[in-house]
């Protein structure tokens, strides 16, 4: 059977046959998947008018050479390892990632490989009508390419990874990220070990100098830029108008420029300038010149009707400016932003069209028009040459900034447009390598505005960081609009702004107070990012820090809460959020004692174990978090807290039950996360604005640690308490509390049932199940499992309603076998809900479908207990006893059954020496099925 996935949005049809098709809630695709198809076949006088044509990767003017180590080990990887592989490559702009990664998917199809290619779908323009038959049948694997990896949010990123082009069994996948720099690949690499993928890196390193490699990649390039020209290689009588070993060669994009000149100049009979700042010039008048010529040109035709090109130069010079900021955009959306500049001489409509015949559509099957200068680092130049400023030998344009302003909506009122992730990505790049940039425009716009770096996303977060001249007023202005809560998809660019400003800041502050608060935030924001390693480096710093002024008397004054400080303060940590961190604290950094420095001291090691711990050193995380209780247990003793220790100490407990957990640890948990839920209580009743949301979460915490210890009635009244106060947070904050409110529901659900109030249960159920198939359109690689979770539950809570459970354990089985089969991990919750499923099968009589359902969900969970026989021998147990039960009802199976009571039975005394509550209920259920089994078949029935 052939299926295809077809999506409606905004009139356009997008289809994919063999492939999963993700939408957003309104119908728009997150990304869009194409086979790869070789370069194009492109006309030789066509291509030499431009010159931004002739180095375009995708036509492959030039022969690829000087990359074959690396394609060597593109192809190593690709054709070793186990079945999936996720690759991050990365480079500068111009450095050859785009073509290097077109000619090994080239060589991958000529392998027999089926080769994609992803486009991320917010802000690009899709194809209308078109269908993609992605069906790998034949082929020997699957290669995935993703260019711009790094502007794609981590979230559309994880999505991707789970299409099931990528997870068909036995067949080998490879995915190759292209990306500009590592940042955002530490917290990818860790939201992306639940697809159980090898995962690595590689770094395409700039040209060697004095190795040849360079010159032979200008003899190559020479030779195609010459046979495009219609002329014999002139060889040395075209020599490279620079010293090639000088480092700024070290981008393949900079050598290919300085052959493309060294011909053109040679055809022309001009003298080359010498350094790539005069190349690119040069180029660029080239583009000009053309765009003249086309206007004084008036034979020429656009189409048999006989328009004529009748765009001035100087206003297809905006035109080429708009579009290297917004990108190609729909035809609508093209005519309207240049109406909005006032250019309507000749209508928009005909500027359109005289670009679309410089620069056409990437892919002609798509009605786009702006299609931006390339390469993408020519477009840079581009933008940064039209800004007053240079002292290049070409022509600034007073209106670049206004215009610019006005593309980035930075006067305006309005959300930002769609392409500001692309234009203050394309800013902040160029103004890397041309200081006029930043000073003259970047800098002052985001310290006026500084929500477009956060909007722009952490790829444009990142490329920030990296101008050496972003001074700490750009810094500081970006860094107070970052959201309260941690959110992941900018985790890495805030991160990166964070990285910088603290460097800045200790550069300048000699106060060790000051000092220890900015590593103390940085260790925040780098453990929000999954970096690990840093994390550790800077909570360590700042744990010495204030170990040091914990030892030393008199204290120094805290820093004042003004200025960088303060916000500091409120930065959000992975486990410290922001109602711990200002709870308490403020009237505490008034004085003058150890009070100031024990807090800080302990929340510190709380982010130092909870980074500790993402590097897999549990037992070292959890010292650190006994470390922080005592402290403050010591500090309350002596008496050193003017206003109490509640959130203090509260903080700590949290981090240490956190700890406890993590280690599997249940019983020795329960008596901090219970003292931790009774400060929480005091400290919400008297602010309830700051510490309702954590009193919430440790609710919850405490209520699944209760579960786990069979301690259901106490659970239950902790998950009601924790839902009554999520509901009333939600009609407050809905965006901030709905989806946490969506879980806690699940789990209230869970806690009724385990009570015997199987109403209740299948109530809070079904409100869990509408929240979360709202939220899994927005965000389904993260709700889509969580909607499966609370289906499953529905079905066992629908005591009295067979036919309702059985429809719920249908969708969550459906649901299962999609996430299984984009990734295996989540097998053993397919088997799970399979075994549920099978036990609403045979109460409805359809004892042959619930005998397969029952021996499946056995197989799939002793499979996974095979893995992990802890954590997966109960799941095992409870599957072989609802088998069981099926197999010695209507099948009338006795010896059958018994069989799969004795597994059971063994796995549940294992479970009860390690949980002895846990295990000893599961043998009691056991005892008593077993005891129906072997009852006469008259009783059973």
């Known amino acids: 059977m052939i299926e295809q996935n077809i999506t409606v949005a905004a009139g356009y049809a997008h289809g994919v046959i063999g492939a999963d098709l993700h939408v957003f809630g309104d119908g728009l695709p997150v990304y869009v998947l194409h086979n790869h198809r070789p370069a194009p076949e492109a006309d030789g006088e066509w291509l030499a008018e431009l010159p931004s044509r002739m180095l375009d990767a995708r036509f492959a003017v030039v022969g690829f050479t000087g990359r074959a180590d690396e394609l060597r080990e593109l192809t190593r990887w690709r054709e070793s390892g186990p079945r999936l592989a996720v690759r991050w490559l990365h480079a500068p702009g111009g450095q050859g990632k785009t073509r290097l990664a077109h000619r090994f998917a080239d060589a991958s199809l000529a392998a027999g490989w089926k080769a994609v290619t992803a486009t991320h779908g917010p802000g690009s323009v899709l194809t209308p009508g078109r269908s993609e038959d992605l069906r790998p049948d034949g082929f020997a694997g699957v290669l995935l390419v993703v260019d711009y990896a790094d502007r794609w949010p981590q979230s559309h990123l994880t999505w991707l990874l789970s299409n099931a082009l990528l997870h068909r069994p036995g067949l080998p996948a490879r995915v190759l990220l292209l990306a500009r720099t590592l940042d955002p690949w530490p917290p990818l690499r860790a939201a992306l070990t639940g697809h159980q993928p090898h995962l690595s890196s590689q770094a395409l390193a700039p040209l060697v100098e004095g190795s040849g490699q360079r010159r032979e990649m200008f003899a190559v390039a020479r030779a195609g830029f010459a046979a495009r020209y219609g002329l014999a290689d002139p060889g040395a009588a075209a020599p490279p108008p620079g010293p090639l070993e000088d480092a700024e060669y070290g981008l393949t994009l900079a050598v290919h420029m300085a052959a493309l000149v060294a011909v053109d100049a040679h055809r022309a009979g001009r003298r080359p300038p010498r350094d790539v700042a005069g190349l690119t010039g040069y180029l660029l008048d080239r583009e000009q010149l053309h765009w003249a010529r086309l206007h004084g040109d008036g034979t020429h035709e656009l189409d048999p009707a006989g328009r004529a090109f009748r765009t001035p130069p100087a206003v297809m010079h905006r035109a080429v400016f708009t579009a290297a900021l917004t990108g190609a955009v729909g035809r609508p959306a093209g005519a309207a932003v240049l109406a909005a500049q006032g250019l309507d001489r000749p209508p928009p409509q005909r500027i359109l069209a005289d670009h679309a015949v410089c620069y056409p559509p990437a892919d002609p099957g798509r009605d786009t028009v702006l299609e931006p200068l390339a390469p993408d680092r020519l477009a840079e130049d581009f933008l940064a040459l039209a800004f007053p400023g240079h002292t290049a030998d070409h022509p600034a344009q007073e209106w670049a900034p206004a215009t610019a302003s006005q593309l980035l909506g930075a006067d305006g009122d309005d959300p930002p447009p769609a392409w500001v992730p692309r234009a203050v990505g394309f800013l902040a790049a160029a103004a890397l390598r041309w200081p006029h940039l930043g000073p003259g425009y970047l800098f002052p716009v985001l310290v006026r505005t500084p929500e477009l770096a956060v909007a722009a996303g952490s790829s444009a977060l990142s490329d920030l960081a990296a101008v050496p001249d972003a001074g700490l007023d750009v810094l500081e202005a970006v860094a107070s609009c970052f959201p309260e809560l941690d959110v992941t998809d900018l985790a890495p660019g805030i991160a990166a702004v964070t990285r910088r400003l603290t460097a800045c800041r200790l550069e300048r502050t000699p106060d060790p107070l000051a000092r220890a608060l900015l590593w103390f935030g940085l260790g925040g924001r780098l453990l929000a990012a999954g970096l690990y390693q840093e994390a550790v480096e800077a909570n360590e710093e700042a744990v010495r820090l204030y170990r040091d002024l914990a030892a030393a008397r008199p204290l120094p004054p805290p820093p004042p809460r003004t200025g960088l400080v303060r916000r500091l303060a409120a930065v959000p940590a992975l486990v410290l959020r922001r109602e711990r961190l200002r709870q308490g604290i403020e009237d505490l950094q008034q004085h003058r004692d150890a009070a100031y420095v024990v807090v800080w001291l302990s929340f510190s090691l709380v982010n130092l174990g909870s980074s500790l711990a993402g590097l897999g050193h549990g037992e070292e995380a959890l010292a650190a978090a006994q470390e922080a209780v005592g402290l403050v247990r010591t500090a309350q003793q002596d008496r050193l807290f003017a206003s109490g220790a509640a959130a203090p100490l509260a903080g700590a407990l949290a981090g240490l039950t956190n700890a406890l957990l993590r280690l599997g640890r249940h019983q020795e948990a329960l008596q901090p996360s219970q003292e931790a839920v009774r400060l929480y209580r005091a400290l919400a009743r008297s602010d309830p604005r700051r510490s309702g949301h954590r009193l919430a979460a440790v609710l919850s915490e405490h209520g699944i640690l209760l579960g786990r210890l069979f301690r259901h009635e106490e659970a239950l009244r902790v998950t009601q308490e924790a839902v009554r106060l999520l509901h009333r947070l939600s009609r407050k904050d809905p965006v901030r509390h709905r989806p946490f409110l969506a879980l806690q529901l699940n789990n209230l659900g869970r806690r009724r049932a385990a009570a015997g109030d199987f109403k209740g249960a299948a109530r809070a159920s079904e409100e869990a199940v509408a929240l979360l198939r709202q939220l899994a359109q ?154 129906w089994v072997v009852r006469p078949d008259q009783a059973r029935r």
Not at 815 to 827: D, G
Not at 858 to 877: I, K, N, Q
């Open 778 to 931: 927005g965000n389904p690689a993260y709700f889509r499992p969580e909607l499966a979770r609370a289906l499953a539950n529905l079905n066992v809570h629908l005591a009295g309603d067979a036919h309702g459970g059985l429809r719920a354990a249908q969708e969550a089985v459906r649901l299962w076998r999609e996430l299984a089969r984009e990734s295996p991990v989540h097998r053993a919750e397919l088997g799970a809900a399979l075994g549920t499923y099978g036990s609403r099968l045979n109460e409805l009589g359809r004892h042959r479908e619930a005998l397969a359902a029952g021996e499946e969900a056995v197989g799939l969970l002793r499979e996974a207990a095979g893995a992990d026989p802890a954590a997966m021998g109960v799941e095992l147990a409870l599957a072989l006893g609802l088998l069981a039960e099926t197999k010695a009802g209507a099948a009338g199976d006795v010896a059958g059954a018994l069989v799969a009571l004795e597994e059971a039975e063994a796995l549940a005394r294992r479970a009860a020496a390690g949980n002895p509550a846990q295990g000893g209920a599961l043998l009691e259920q056991i005892r008593q099925l077993r005891a």
